[in-house]
């Protein structure tokens, strides 16, 4: 079955750092463009950042470009969001996401907070 499974949420203070991970299975992922969206609470989804297939693109929303960086790692099947400057508005749910599957991960929990 095809899964995505993120992980590395969790509390952190304003200006703090975190690194998640999206680890995939069931499918070949090194074809596949990848992406991370989020939900704030009370808010819809919001598109954070996708990556090409190889890695050699990416692209970013305004309000994450220079403070989040999105990688793979297609020899471990897993996609990572490394993060950076947080602050409250980026507290929310993130989910990875494959959208030529239609697959999305059951998401991890991101909370900054003093």
């Known amino acids: 079955e095809v899964q995505l499974v993120e992980s590395g949420g969790g509390l952190v203070q304003p200006g703090g750092s975190l690194k998640l991970s999206c680890a995939a299975s069931?499918?070949?992922?090194?074809?596949?463009?990848m992406r991370w969206v989020r939900q704030a609470p009370g808010k819809g989804l919001e598109w954070v950042s996708v990556i090409s297939s190889d890695g050699s693109d990416t692209s970013y929303a305004d309000s994450v470009k220079g403070r989040f960086t999105i990688s793979r790692d297609n020899a471990k099947n897993t996609v990572y969001l490394q993060m950076n400057s947080l602050n409250a508005e980026d507290t929310a749910v993130y989910y990875c996401?494959?959208?030529?599957?239609?697959?999305w991960g059951q998401g991890t929990q991101v909370t900054v907070s003093s």
């Open positions: 069931g499918f070949t992922f090194r074809m596949y463009v």
């Open positions: 996401h494959a959208p030529f599957l239609s697959k």
